[in-house]
């Protein structure tokens, strides 16, 4: 009998259990799961993924109209040299085609990685010198795809831009990419 109320006399045995450390301890794990979980419900629905595609086949088939137009970019034998200056909120640069500048109109295409709506479009107009300026807003601290096209969508140059770690960016276009049309050998 001793021994059975000397049992019933410790005092962490007749607490309830939830003022126990042990109950909370193991429901800890659970519950920052449920948390989590309703956190990312949350973020899916309330934030659309903008990168799915709806259409694969029409993209595809953008993607060969693309192609050609890097393919026109290289025959032409273009590059071009941009830079930014936030203080005047100016891009300007020079497009040269086989090492004479270009002097028409292009459109400048900023293309945020991740967000569609912070996407920027330009149109560069030559001056005297042949020089392309334009103005843009302050830029986002961010990568930034470019493709510089002509009006007429005939050729285009794509590039990287991790502005403001880069003042300005160069882009060549890539004569690797020019192939014939069907390299495929036919069986």
Known sequence: MQARSSHFSRPDLAR??????????????????????????????????????????????????????????????????????PASGRLSGTIDSAGKPLATAVRVHLVHSTQPEKDIVLTLAPDAAGRLTGSLPMLEQTRWRVLIENPAREWRMAGIWAWPKQAGIALRADSVRVAPPSTVPVH
């Open 16 to 85: 309830p259990w939830y003022v126990q450390p042990w109950p909370w301890l193991l429901m800890l794990g659970p519950m920052l799961v449920i948390i989590a979980g309703a956190y990312t419900c949350w973020l899916a629905f309330t934030r659309p993924d903008a990168l799915v595609v709806d259409d694969y086949y029409i993209q595809g088939k953008a993607i060969n109209q693309d192609l050609r137009r890097d393919q026109a970019a290289a025959v032409l034998a273009l590059s071009a040299t941009l830079r930014y200056d």
